[in-house]
């Protein structure tokens, strides 16, 4: 009952637009066959014959996704539009003509009711007769009325469907769209591949290597050292150094791909970076059914550098994850209270952008200046 409101405001609206169209229909044909005779004049008048058509498809590509939830992206060409537009009025205006027979048909029942009851024709009916005669007038004001909302549905449903066969592309540019996404996201799941390798490359380069250094370097001064008790803190501190070592080892290696996802699955594994992380963590893990392992991949490395900017960057006091299964999606949501200013663009996040474009997901961030940041990305699972 809360759409119907929308529903008619969307079919009087175009029925206004239809009136439009109509008008501007006619001299569309009548501007196009006039270049039959001036040829000359047809990439002018073409052009101009055209940007108008464009935007009055606009208007109908706004009405539709506002009041009637039916988005459409693609843009149609200048021909196609038009026609689009030369059928779109007359849904409009049967939209219209339902309108009107509802309205005529409620002035005409109040009409019919106060000369009933005011017996303005002189009839002389009892009460009774006019409490059936009311009853009657009502039923089957209640049926047109029944058959009259049917009409505005199936103006509003007509019109949804000839928006999708003109304004969404058609299989060819599909197929076409279809094959520059899928180049566009190999290409970024390379450079996300090549980001990530060098990523690891800096980790051991600056982690890893520095303290195998620094351990050589303490069992060399061991093996140098004439004192006892100073051979044995030497040890002492290479056995710590060693220890280091093999947390970052784990460290890295849990970067790569955490282990806990093989074992456990996703939930347990964000178990385990809410327990290794450096600022407060809400999970609310409710998916049901497991998904994929590379979507349970990527929804880790999403939570992962969500939380990661939240501790680094962001200055946040508690973070919030959300993961939940909606109708084939997998969506994860992060949200903290820090600073915001988290930029899509970003190293981090961008390479997140790319992982989830390699699975036909969405990505999304949120974070104006002041925050609070909310990550969201929602990949397909079945």
Not at 104 to 117: C, H, K, P, Q, T
Not at 136 to 148: E, P, R, S
Not at 161 to 174: G, S
Not at 250 to 256: N, S
Request: hydrophobic share 50%; aromatic share 6%; charged share 25%.
């Amino acid at each position: 009952m809360r759409r119907w409101p929308r529903v008619l405001f969307a079919v009087v609206l175009g029925a206004c637009t239809a009136l439009v169209e109509l008008g501007y229909v006619l001299w569309a044909g009548v501007a196009l066959l006039g270049v039959l005779i001036l040829p000359r004049l047809k990439p002018r008048v073409a052009a101009r014959v055209f940007a108008g058509v464009r935007a009055l498809t606009d208007v109908e590509r706004r009405r539709l996704a506002r009041y009637l939830d039916d988005s459409h992206a693609g843009q149609p060409d200048g021909a196609r539009a038009l026609r689009y537009l030369a059928v779109r009025w007359l849904i409009g205006l049967l939209g219209g003509i339902v309108l009107f027979l509802i309205l005529f048909g409620a002035v005409a029942s109040v009409v019919e009711i106060r000369e009933l009851w005011l017996d303005l024709e002189g009839w002389g009916r009892t009460v009774s007769e006019k409490i059936w005669l009311t009853a009657y007038l009502g039923v089957f004001g209640v049926v047109l009325a029944y058959l009259a909302l049917t009409g505005i549905a199936g103006a509003a449903a007509l019109d949804r469907a000839l928006a999708r066969r003109f304004l969404e592309p058609d299989r060819a540019e599909q197929l076409r769209q279809r094959v520059e996404q899928l180049s566009t996201t190999r290409s970024d799941v390379v450079a996300a591949i090549h980001e990530e390798r060098r990523r690891i490359e800096r980790d051991l380069h600056d982690g890893v290597q520095q303290r195998l250094v620094a351990l050589g370097m303490l069992i060399g001064r061991a093996r140098r050292a004439d004192d006892g008790d100073r051979t044995a803190e030497l040890l002492r501190q290479a056995h710590e150094e060693s220890q280091e070592i093999l947390r970052d080892f784990r460290d890295v290696a849990w970067q790569v791909y955490p282990a806990a996802l093989d074992a456990g699955g996703l939930q347990p594994a964000l178990a385990v970076l809410v327990e290794r992380a450096g600022v407060p963590i809400e999970l609310r893990y409710e998916v049901a059914r497991r998904p994929d392992v590379a979507v349970e991949a990527v929804a880790y490395f999403v939570v992962s550098e969500a939380v990661t900017n939240a501790a680094k960057h962001a200055s946040a006091d508690i973070v919030t994850v959300q993961v939940n299964r909606e109708a084939g999606w997998l969506v994860v949501r992060v949200d903290d209270d820090g600073v915001g200013g988290a930029s899509e663009q970003g190293a981090g996040l961008s390479g997140l952008a790319r992982r989830v474009a390699a699975l036909d997901g969405m990505f999304t961030v949120d974070s104006p200046v002041g925050g609070p940041t909310v990550i969201k990305a929602e990949l397909p699972c079945g």
